[in-house]
């Protein structure tokens, strides 16, 4: 089985490495390729702000990768980037992105948007997200297509999840439940634990079942005919950590699967594989010991 996962490193400066690329073969523990990024940033927010790199889309011939505001065309080969494009206007803190219906689909969330771009990266569609703010939650009423620059940088919501299964399009945001693009009806609910609700990433849906990474919460939940069941995410004791409290372990981004395995992203930077048989972590692969590297993309390569 072969990964490619994307990073962000905190607190890192201008002009720094500030994330990367690691293609990695998860049965042999072996990290493949490593592309440290260090391209500009505009933000200067230690935390992460517009650092790093972001979602990721395996295609067939090619793979892309959003950093913050904008997408890297990288050989399905070779990695090697092969087309660019940056442009603040339509890309305002990029999180996922992924391809549906012969198209790359992105979040631009500091926008409260998804854009819609061809395979060359020619914008099509710009659409703002409407909702409103509830005490414990947020809720999407519905979309509508804007010229970008009548676009507003609120990140109300943080639309931080974007996936494709079957036939339909569907996102979430940092507090919310599964909603249908096209249609803008909820597919499924968010969970909570307890009554708990948790800031969320990487809400998907496949054949058997949706799986949601429930961040602040540190857990795994996977959801079934409407039940819902819950799988604490374990830490890592091989963390070298930061004084200045601006990253965590155990901050848990990016999520994939392969037949019968998930695989999880976390801080300090590492995969964690789930055994859906087992309902239990099976494994974990540790990428980066420092707790300001943190997962964030994560697709699956090879099963």
């Known amino acids: 089985m072969k990964v490619i996962c994307s990073t962000v490193i905190r607190a890192a400066e201008q002009g720094s490495v500030h994330g990367g690329l690691y293609v990695i073969d998860v049965d042999n523990d072996e990290v493949i390729k490593h592309i440290p990024y260090a391209g500009e940033f505009d933000n200067e927010n230690v935390r992460g702000g517009e650092r790093g790199l972001r979602g990721i889309a395996v295609l067939e011939d090619k793979i ?11 050989d399905r080969n070779t990695y090697e ?6 442009d603040r206007g339509f890309f305002k803190s990029v999180h996922e992105i992924c391809y549906f219906d012969n198209h790359i689909w992105v979040t631009s969330t500091g926008y409260d948007a998804i854009v819609k771009l061809d395979s060359d990266f020619n914008i099509v569609e710009f659409w703002e997200i409407l909702g409103e703010s509830k005490e414990d939650h947020k809720i999407f009423t519905g979309k509508r297509q804007i010229d970008p ?25 940092l507090i919310t439940s599964l909603y249908d693009f096209e249609t803008m009806k909820t597919i499924e609910p968010m969970p909570s634990i307890d ?36 799988y604490p995410i374990p830490a890592t004791h091989n963390a070298k950590f930061s004084v200045d409290k601006i990253a965590e372990n155990n901050w848990n981004r990016g999520l994939t699967r392969g037949g019968n395995y998930a695989i999880i992203g976390s801080s300090p930077a590492r995969l964690l594989m789930f055994d859906m048989t087992k309902r239990e972590f099976v494994k974990q692969l540790q990428i980066e010991e420092d707790i300001k590297h943190c997962v964030h993309g994560l697709e699956m390569l090879e099963v």
Not at 64 to 74: I, Y
Not at 81 to 86: A, D, E, F, H, L
């Open 149 to 173: 620059k009548d676009a507003v940088p609120d990140d109300k919501y943080h639309i931080n999840s974007i996936s494709a299964f079957s036939d339909r399009l569907v996102f979430s945001a």
């Open 195 to 230: 009554g708990v609700k948790s800031f969320q990433h990487n809400f998907y849906e496949y054949n058997d079942c949706t799986m949601i990474n429930m961040t602040s919460l540190k857990h795994l939940g996977i959801i079934e005919d409407g039940q819902s069941s819950f």
């Open 64 to 74: 892309v990768v959003a950093d913050s505001s904008g997408l890297l065309e990288l």
């Open 81 to 86: 980037i092969t087309n660019q494009k940056q």
